[in-house]
RNA sequence: GCCCCUAUCGUCUAGAGGUCUAGGACGCGGCCCUUUCAAGGCCGAAACCGGGGUUCGAGUCCCCGUAGGGGCACCA
């Protein structure tokens, strides 16, 4: 199926992100977002954003502001929202209780909705009776039965009561879905869903179709966890006799071990943990791209282009093209993707998206430092906390003084290592200046000196100078770090296979 | 239990009935480069879930199994 078959010109697009604020925002519902986003931005269309609170209970104080926060991160610009409005607010649906209430009432009077009085408990039992006697569980629509003078009675004796959707009790309910066609169900296995809860609130079903007619959303983009209920939402659409947007649904993340990834189990659920792992907002976008879809471009070599920016993918997104299939996330790749985006930055901004990440690991790394820094480990990370781990001793005064065994190459006795450091000390102190080319050029000679390879000679002088014997090129790192600093270093390693010796 | 969706290398995917000896990427293995580690270059191993149809021809269409996933709340 093509998707400009879908778009239709006489509807103009309009699609919304509506996620409930119970904490975080969730990695699939970044993706959500996102390919509702490329679907508005292809299609000239608004990209809304709706907070679906109408769970008192499950409701978080600070998750709208972490909502939005990260969809910045992430570059999700939205056209109206609950922070900078537009022509359809509110857009909070706490805020729009009004519209739930009126629109219950007017399926209850139309003959499409009924009054429920059950409490909790009494529907517990129902469905357990119900499973007992070879039943499917559920409600078993005795309140359809009920009269208006019933309600008034049960009124008078202050029972609360919900409204229930009356689902037609035979039949089927049939829809396209953008990704996955023609989607059909028996309405006999549907329930008779609770529209409007007993505290006034709707639930999600009655809410979202209220708001999405209101709103004139064109196309609803959601998780395909909502798959099976969107027969009642068509029901619904239905009973107020409204058109229903194109409906597409997209397939789960799941966790590498399978099952669907949740905030609760997986940390890597959660947005924060790619915001305080380093990770690029680019590098996620770009790997979200991947997930449950395809670029398609190649290039020249034939091999298919896997790095580019949410704007690209955006001009030739066909949302009929999503997979239909669930998808593992695979961290791993994604940072493979990271590294990529990392390579790509300059400099400078690679400097300046790294300094939070040592500032958050207690050290003090100036701007200018970190400007030197960055092209030395840009293509040695893969995430920026990475660089912390790897040139994190340029900041440090308590670098580890190396065990003795570590220091001594292979090949090399303690004897013939201490004397090699005492040269290396020699040398570098004796230098005219302390640059990359003027160091390498003297110690390769002494290397040459000393009969060793140049590797057997630089390890140790590492060791000692980073106190790791993993870094950057040496001979940069110890022009950042300082003639001073160096020699101290070199001297203290010397020291230490002195006494050992 | 009932309903819905899905099924190509370990993972993400390309594949719109003949162009499939099934392509790419990550990861993995090897080689080259090299002061460590990377990055980069080259090479390699690695998949159409099973069974029936339809068709001259099926990874591609249909059916049945099987497997995986999702859903059956006064949560969203």
């Not at 954003?49 to 600070?62: A, N, V």
């Not at 009432?105 to 003959?111: A, D, F, K, Q, S």
């Not at 066909?318 to 669930?326: A, E, K, L, Y």
Request: net charge negative.
């Amino acid at each position: 199926m093509y998707e400009e078959q879908l778009v239709s010109d006489s509807r103009p697009v309009r699609v919304r992100f509506a996620p409930s604020p119970t904490g975080d925002l969730h990695i699939g519902g970044v993706r959500t977002a996102q390919f509702n986003w490329m679907f508005a931005r292809r299609h000239g269309g608004k990209f809304i954003l709706r907070i679906e609170d109408t769970d008192q209970k499950r409701t978080q104080e600070h998750s709208l502001s972490s909502i939005m926060d990260g969809l910045r991160w992430a570059g999700l610009d939205w056209d109206e929202g609950p922070d900078i409005g537009g022509d359809y607010g509110p857009y909070i649906q706490s805020q729009r209780l009004a519209h739930y209430q009126y629109w219950a009432n007017w399926l209850v009077e139309h003959g499409k909705a009924y009054r429920a009085y059950e409490t909790p408990e009494e529907l517990e039992l129902i469905s357990a009776a119900r499973k007992a006697s070879g039943f499917p569980p559920g409600y078993d629509r005795r309140a359809r039965q009920l009269t208006p003078e019933d309600w008034a009675r049960l009124d008078a004796e202050g029972k609360p009561y919900v409204i229930r959707l009356k689902v037609p009790l035979d039949g089927e309910t049939v829809f396209e879905d953008m990704v996955r066609g023609t989607i059909r169900v028996r309405n006999d296995t549907l329930q008779d869903a609770v529209l409007l809860k007993a505290d006034g609130f709707p639930t999600y079903h009655l809410a979202h179709v209220v708001d999405d007619h209101l709103m004139e959303i064109s196309h609803v983009i959601r998780a395909e966890e909502w798959l099976p209920s969107t027969p009642l939402h068509i029901l619904l659409y239905q009973a107020f006799g409204w058109e229903p947007p194109k409906f597409c649904h997209v397939p789960v993340i799941l966790h590498p071990s399978g099952g669907k990834i949740s905030k609760r189990k997986h940390p890597e659920a959660s947005i924060s943990y790619f915001i305080k792992g380093g990770y690029l907002p680019e590098a996620v976008t770009n790997f979200l791209c991947n997930v449950g879809w395809n670029y398609g471009k190649t290039d020249e070599k034939g091999e298919e282009i896997q790095v580019f920016t949410k704007e690209e993918a955006a001009e030739v997104f066909d949302i009929t093209r999503v997979t239909q299939t669930g998808t593992k996330f695979d961290v791993v790749k994604l940072k493979w993707l990271n590294g990529e985006w990392i390579r790509r930055l300059s400099d400078e901004a690679l400097a300046r998206r790294m300094q939070p990440f040592f500032e958050a690991a207690g050290l003090n790394a100036p701007y200018e430092t970190l400007l030197k820094v960055a092209p030395l480990v840009k293509e040695r990370i893969k995430v920026l906390t990475d660089a912390v781990e790897m040139a994190g001793f340029l900041f440090r005064d308590d670098v580890p003084v190396p065990e003795p065994s570590t220091l001594i190459p292979k090949g090399l006795t303690a004897e013939q290592t201490c004397a090699a450091l005492q040269l290396a000390h020699d040398t570098l102190a004796a230098l005219p200046d302390f640059e990359v080319a003027t160091q390498e050029a003297a110690l390769r000679s002494t290397a040459e000196q000393l009969n060793i390879k140049a590797g057997q000679f630089f390890s140790p002088i590492r060791l000692a100078v980073t106190g790791q014997s993993v870094s950057p090129p040496l001979f940069e790192v110890m022009a950042i770090i300082g003639r001073e600093k160096v020699l101290a270093r070199l001297a203290r390693a010397i020291a230490v296979l002195q006494t050992t010796a």
